[in-house]
DNA sequence: CTTCTTGCAAACCATTTGCATCATT
DNA sequence: AATGATGCAAATGGTTTGCAAGAAG
């Protein structure tokens, strides 16, 4: 936390901008939530401390967090982005649920190889991919076969 | 063509749906743009040819092509959705540049067996899987470091 | 004090929906 | 004729933006 702020001060300072109370409000509550996190939360978590900060703020901090490589958007499939944290977090990739939105992180060694070479015999830059996968969680499965 | 009009009628028939003649057209203009479509192409070309059909009715089509298998909706990273055939359309992933939005398809074999085991493991079903690797192509990547 | 920030409300944009009218079966 | 389908225009919902008022350096 301390170590993040930091990088983010140093970030804001570094484009002229200046480290405001909602900012570090904002970024503290992240580092409440370690999970997957949604602007809505962050609103409505930080209403109920009464460090109120508005929606607009919300999101051109969250740009700001993104572009200062704190914080990573991450899309899980739903009509709005979540969040997460990037600094100190160790690279994971997530497996979602196309039914019930059951996020599973994970890292495979494997998959990490195979995606590297992919990437150089595709052109791509290898290693600074990001890949999510959509499917079913073996509940769902079963829900759906049922239904058919 | 003959054979998805077939199963758009059949499983139209099988919901008490009709064949329109704007479903028609919209399934036809699918197989004239093989590429990744956007509801906004087809809106557009089809208003080129006079064949117009509302946002509404392509967006209502596009959601029973769906569901009868025929065409697939994927995520590429845009604001809007994309489609693509299904039918006929051997499986295959995307790899996208979060840069440029160019699109790659591919599908690897490993990727996939790997894929398959950390699916069995994390219990989430194999096989029916879908994923996306988000990167930068090349172009991109040497444009960005010229940047920093 | 100057420049950047905030909050508000309005704007956006893709997509969805209610409803009256029109077209398949 | 009866049930669905269409187009329109309005609604939705997450996100962005213009602008006047406020605060950080």
């Known amino acids: 936390m301390t170590h993040a702020i930091q990088v983010f001060a140093e970030y804001l300072n570094s484009k ?22 949604e602007a809505e939360d962050l609103a409505h978590n930080l209403r109920k ?3 109120r900060a508005s929606r607009a703020t919300i999101y051109r901090t969250l740009d700001l967090l993104v572009e200062s490589g ?13 969040y997460e944290l990037e600094l100190d977090n160790p690279h994971h ?3 979602i649920c196309l039914k019930c939105g059951k996020v599973l992180e994970f890292s495979d060694k494997a998959i990490e190889r195979d995606l590297n070479r992919l990437c150089k015999r595709s052109g791509f830059e290898p290693s600074s991919h990001r890949f999510q996968i959509f499917g079913y969680c073996d509940r769902c499965r079963k ?3 049922q239904a058919v």
């Open 16 to 37: 002229d901008l200046k480290l405001t109370k909602e900012r570090r409000a904002v970024l503290q509550e992240i580092f409440l939530h370690p999970g997957h996190l």
């Open 49 to 51: 401390k009464r460090k």
């Open 70 to 82: 704190i914080v990573r958007k991450v899309d899980l499939g739903h009509e709005h982005s979540h």
């Open 93 to 95: 990739e997530h497996m």
């Open 143 to 145: 829900a759906r076969e």
